[in-house]
T-cell receptor
Framework: GAVVSQHPSRVICKSGTSVKIECRSL??????MFWYRQFPKQSLMLMAT?????????EQGVEKDKFLINHASLTLSTLTVTSAHPEDSSFYIC???????????????FGPGTRLTVL | KNEVEQSPQNLTAQEGEFITINCSYS?????LHWLQQHPGGGIVSLFMLSSGKKKHGRLIATINIQEKHSSLHITASHPRDSAVYIC???????????FGEGTQLTVNP
């Protein structure tokens, strides 16, 4: 299967600072990546769909000015949490979409996640 | 919006037992994913299926599109199977996933 990396795996920051999380597709070029957030004891929630070369599509309730997404290349998408607050502390996971090959439909490959703690 | 229900929420088993986790969803889908999340948080995709049945080692996944229901089975369960198992239907309209709440499986030696 494809390999997706995230960096950093864990980050602790002070309230008010910005944090950038990288998601890389190591095996193939991806025009579409997804960003998810998971609070403790809860399921994953889709935050936004990142499209290479165009603006990200955000889910309802997700502030696009607070969670900046940049899909700068076909192998890299970044999520920047701006002016982070303790309530932004969460587990952030990206996934990479590969269109159509083996099964004639799309496959998603998940990154290992980034645990953000805002003090 | 696709409503996803998984059962049970928590499951404790003895090593060697046969495990079944169920997933029901409310709207049409193009495929359904079963994911495994370990305590560290990393997610592994176990299966993606759109019909019938798939088997990988001790894991079996089935889906009934008409009944909007899928099951994940683990045969000869082992303590290393302890994890959260998540059902995630993929909407017909695209590749967005809707996630179930997950089933916490604990297999005791």
């Amino acid at each position: 299967g494809a390999v997706v990396s995230q960096h950093p795996s864990r980050v602790i920051c002070k309230s008010g600072t910005s944090v950038k999380i990288e998601c890389r597709s190591l095996d193939f070029q991806a025009t579409t990546m997804f960003w998810y957030r998971q609070f403790p004891k809860q399921s994953l929630m889709l935050m936004a769909t990142s499209n290479e070369g165009s603006k990200a599509t955000y889910e309802q309730g997700v502030e696009k000015d607070k969670f900046l997404i940049n899909h700068a290349s076909l192998t890299l998408s970044t999520l920047t949490v701006t002016s982070a607050h303790p309530e932004d502390s969460s587990f952030y996971i990206c996934s990479v979409l590969r269109f159509g090959l083996r099964y004639s439909y799309n496959e998603q490959f998940f990154g290992p996640g980034t645990r953000l703690t805002v003090l | 919006k696709n409503e996803v229900e998984q059962s049970p929420q928590n499951l404790t088993a003895q090593e060697g037992e046969f495990i079944t986790i169920n997933c029901s969803y409310s709207v049409g889908i193009s495929a359904l994913h079963w994911l495994q999340q370990h305590p560290g948080g990393g997610i592994v995709s176990l299966f993606m299926l759109s019909s019938g049945k798939k088997k990988h080692g001790r894991l079996i996944a089935t889906i009934n599109i008409q009944e909007k229901h899928s099951s994940l089975h683990i045969t000869a369960s082992h303590p290393r199977d302890s994890a959260v198992y998540i059902c995630a239907p993929e909407e017909t309209s695209g590749s967005r996933l809707t996630f179930g709440e997950g089933t916490q499986l604990t297999v005791n030696p």
